[in-house]
Nanobody, 119 residues
Framework: QVQVVESGGGLVQAGGSLRLSCAAS????????INWYRQGPGKQRELVAA???????NYADSVKGRFIISRDNAKNTVVLQMNSLKPEDTAVYYC?????????????WGQGTQVTVSS
């Protein structure tokens, strides 16, 4: 069993900042990448940011220069620092973990955390 837990969502005014955390635990042998996705009202889920075990990062064009993803490999945690937030960033944010588990490959999701940006 693998557990993925997000935290840190909330309500913030446009231009503000929020920090999301994702912690993975359980029967994990290796994490290859941790991704943050989001799904806004009436929209499809989209990849926001990703980070590999080696530290390589990737961002959606819409968040480049505003969001920063970082990870603590020893703790299997990832932080998404979101700055200069815009109303269009309003969404449920999900953490997704890719890797290798004790019994099978990993593709695990958290329950999501709501981010609301008011104008």
């Amino acid at each position: 069993q693998v557990q993925v837990v997000e935290s840190g969502g909330g309500l913030v005014q446009a231009g503000g900042s929020l920090r999301l955390s994702c912690a993975a635990s359980g029967s994990i042998l290796k994490i290859n990448a941790i991704n943050w996705y989001r799904q806004g009202p009436g929209k499809q889920r989209e990849l926001v940011a990703a980070i590999t075990s080696g530290g390589s990062t990737n961002y959606a064009d819409s968040v480049k220069g505003r969001f920063i993803i970082s990870r603590d490999n020893a703790k299997n945690t990832v932080v998404l620092q979101m700055n200069s937030l815009k109303p269009e960033d309003t969404a449920v944010y999900y953490c997704n973990v890719h890797g290798v588990g004790v019994l099978s490959s990993l593709d695990s999701w958290g329950q999501g955390t709501q981010v609301t940006v008011s104008s």
